[in-house]
């Protein structure tokens, strides 16, 4: 067991590092840069899901089927998502995001169990793939793709459905998918090299001081990050506080205690204390609004918003029993997400600041 984690480390260390040297390598050829941005999105959460492998290896964490069947489903959908944007850019068809509606079937999967409902989300994901592959068969400058394409998806749910039937472990069935899935996005990306598909716009600017933007970007983002961080730490106290109140329970307050604020309350019973813990979601759902109808800047701030928030998680993630593998898989994500955040930041404040001078 510990030799396969292993062995799916390097797969999945090398397919990010692989992504991320052609990203570098991206800012020398401007007609590709945000293309291969899409690969490098693909490639982030398979680094996480590598560093727990590591874990997994080396005893540092208990490896659960469950746990890892959550992780690679929010994986496979965060790679399917972005192939079908990277699709909209080749075909320029919004008729492609229609087939995206098929994952509404997989809420009846709850009925049966947690673990199917997860299998056959995993299962939508590559059918929904497939349908991208087809595409890319049937566009002259991507079969090669195309068919690798189909065949990934056909032997990752060709897997799934013997991880679902015969209750086998998913993470030697993924070892092969990830193969796959390396040879088919890396013949994708050198096919969209060799037709590129022009995404951005020329834009000539004077001559600027670079020190001057570099520090008012720098400066803009730490005043805005401290005040979201306080701000996302007010808030999910305030959702524990809400709720609380909402069922009457006693000696309700915030306290503010060795480093940090937290809520404190007594009340009935030991299930409504749990409810509670559910008011740390409260800066999600401002963010999910922020991100619908706000502009551009307060949906970078409700990118930052939701990272905090998956970091300041820890205690409730703890007090609901949530093992420690999705708890480490929670960080990380949040971790990434804010990175990504401040990298948007700091691009809306230079172009900002461009278009000023």
Known sequence: MEILFLINFIVLLSLFLYFLINLIKS????????????????????????????LWAFGFLYY????????????????????????????????????????????????????????????????????IAINLKLKNNFKSSGSLGMIYCIISIIFQFLILFLRLEPYIFSLISELLLFVFLSIFLNELKSNPIRTYKTIKTKKKSYFKLFFKSFLFIIIIANILFIGTIGIHELGHFTLSRIYSCENVKIIFEGGSPYTEALCKN????????????????????????????????????????????????????????????????????????????????????????
């Open 27 to 54: 800012y020398k050829l401007k007609h590709t840069e945000n293309i291969i941005s899409y690969f490098f999105i693909i490639s982030i959460p398979y680094l996480i899901l590598a560093f727990l492998f590591f």
């Open 64 to 131: 659960t089927k469950i746990d890892f069947l959550l992780m690679y489903s929010i994986i496979i959908f965060i790679q399917t998502i972005s192939l079908f944007l990277l699709s909209f850019i080749i075909f320029k068809n919004k008729s492609l995001f229609y087939p995206l509606f098929i994952y509404l079937i997989t809420i009846f999967s709850l009925f049966y169990s947690y673990s199917y409902f997860l299998n056959f989300f995993l299962i939508i994901s590559f059918i929904l793939m497939f349908i």
């Open 270 to 357: 030991s299930s409504i204390q749990r409810i509670l813990l559910l008011g740390g979601f409260l800066p999600f759902i401002i963010a999910l609004f922020l991100f619908i109808f706000g502009g551009k800047l307060l949906k970078d701030i409700s990118i930052l918003m939701t990272g905090f928030n998956l970091i300041v998680l820890y205690d409730d993630f703890v007090g609901l029993g949530i093992s420690n593998n999705l708890i480490i898989f929670s960080i990380l994500i949040g971790i990434i997400v804010l990175v990504i955040g401040i990298m948007l930041l700091a691009k809306s404040s230079v172009n900002e600041y461009i278009e000023i001078i």
